[in-house]
């Protein structure tokens, strides 16, 4: 079974998006991160990899979708606290995100998303199991 996560992302522009998540707190792998492509650390086993768009192109033969004008994915990350999640889209809308989404308030679950500068969807959620309604 596998035990890590690589998500591949094709970008436009890779120091951008280096500094746009770097912005929200994410650090880089520099032993994966060159001139194509930049490994964005997640977790301990969850990692993103910002491929330039030809590099990206070099791993599958059909066209690279505009995230911009399709979905092509949903990113959801978990968060500690409901504050958490405002604070990281409060940032990730300063340094140019969009926000594609209102925040949602399920009662034990509270969420929010934003687009990056490619499109890409992220979703951050902070979810009290506690107070998850019996079924």
Same mark, same amino acid.
């Given at each position: 079974?596998?035990t890590k996560i690589?998500?591949?992302?094709?970008?436009?522009?890779?120091?951008?998006?280096?500094?746009?998540?770097?912005g929200?707190?994410?650090?880089?792998?520099?032993?994966?991160?060159?001139?194509?492509?930049?490994?964005?650390?997640?977790? $301990?086993?969850?990692y993103?990899?910002?491929?330039?768009?030809p590099? +990206? =192109?070099?791993?599958?033969?059909?066209?690279?979708?505009n !995230?911009?004008?399709?979905?092509?994915?949903?990113?959801?990350?978990?968060?500690a606290?409901?504050?958490e999640v405002?604070?990281?889209?409060?940032?990730?809308?300063?340094?140019?995100?969009?926000?594609?989404? $209102?925040a949602?308030?399920?009662?034990?679950?509270?969420?929010?998303? +934003? =687009?990056d500068?490619?499109?890409?969807?992220?979703?951050? !959620?902070?979810?009290?199991e506690?107070q998850?309604?019996?079924?």
């Amino acid at each position: 079974m596998a035990t890590k996560i690589f998500v591949n992302l094709p970008v436009s522009d890779l120091n951008k998006s280096k500094a746009f998540f770097e912005g929200l707190g994410f650090s880089f792998n520099p032993q994966f991160t060159d001139e194509n492509a930049a490994c964005m650390v997640i977790s $301990d086993a969850i990692y993103a990899m910002l491929l330039t768009e030809p590099y +990206f =192109a070099t791993f599958t033969e059909k066209p690279i979708s505009n !995230a911009h004008e399709k979905t092509e994915v949903l990113i959801a990350l978990d968060a500690a606290s409901r504050d958490e999640v405002q604070q990281t889209i409060a940032k990730a809308k300063a340094l140019g995100a969009t926000i594609y989404k $209102d925040a949602a308030d399920h009662g034990w679950m509270y969420q929010h998303s +934003f =687009a990056d500068l490619d499109g890409h969807q992220w979703e951050f !959620a902070y979810m009290d199991e506690t107070q998850f309604p019996a079924s």
